[in-house]
């Protein structure tokens, strides 16, 4: 049974990473607010990745960092405290997760680290300037420490699409917004944040052993595909 160490799995897709994980897993969940469920594999610490000491622990062998941003407007509308904002939230926390676990994961089982990036990363989008800016350097740091940390620490992200989730609610606020919302993409549907979980666990699990440095386009055919 590993130990997987998940920042921010309250809500969102790191809450369906955490259930996920669960049933064969020690799950320690850190994030601002609790998790729903209670699981004898679970542990949480509250703590806000961008401000707070992040909690010692012991012993990892996993580390999949989920907090994010939608933050989308003009660019004559966003502010540079919007583009630190965002950097803060989706890179600085990350590598502040890197720097304080990194020690305990190289003595891991078969080690792994987890990001998140975007399809808005590869896929010009407008509005997606701050977002797609932070989650481009996710892209950057995931391969350089992919490098950096081989062949002891294995390094991925994921880059999902329109996600089901809290955060993107406002994409996909009315039936409507989500016909149009699938239309966009070529395999006409956006993601649910269990599917991206399936995909996580699968990368944090030995089965993935020869995968490093890589970034995991969950698309639905919007980067992939023109039609």
């Known amino acids: ?10 809500k969102g897709i790191g809450k369906a990473i955490v259930s996920a994980l669960l049933p064969s897993n020690k799950v320690i969940n850190i994030s ?33 960092y989920c907090p994010g941003s939608i933050n989308l407007k003009p660019i004559a509308r966003l502010s540079i405290d919007d583009f630190k904002n965002d950097f803060e939230i989706n890179v600085l926390g990350a590598v502040r997760a890197v720097q304080k676990y990194l020690d305990i994961l190289k003595k891991g089982d078969q080690p792994s680290i987890l990001m998140f990036s975007t399809v808005a990363s590869k896929l010009g989008m407008p509005f997606h300037a701050s977002v797609a800016a932070s989650k481009s350097a ?6 350089s420490l992919g490098a950096e ?30 016909e149009k919302m699938n239309d966009r993409h070529p395999l006409k549907k956006h ?21 490093s440095g890589q970034i995991f386009e969950m698309d639905c055919g919007i980067v992939s595909f023109k039609l």
């Open 149 to 178: 940390l081989a062949p002891t620490v294995r390094v991925n992200a994921i880059a999902p699409t329109v996600t089901n989730t809290e955060l993107a609610s406002k994409l996909l606020r009315n039936d409507k917004m989500v």
């Open 191 to 211: 993601l649910q944040p269990e599917e991206v979980a399936e995909m996580a666990t699968f990368l944090l699990s030995d089965k993935a052993a020869s995968l």
């Open 1 to 10: 049974m590993k130990t997987i160490i998940v920042i921010g799995g309250s």
């Open 32 to 64: 601002r607010s609790s998790p729903e469920k209670n699981h004898e594999n679970l542990t949480h610490h509250e703590c806000d990745v961008t401000k707070d000491v992040l909690p010692d622990i012991d012993a990892a062998d996993g580390l999949v």
């Open 138 to 143: 996710i892209e950057g740091l995931t391969k």
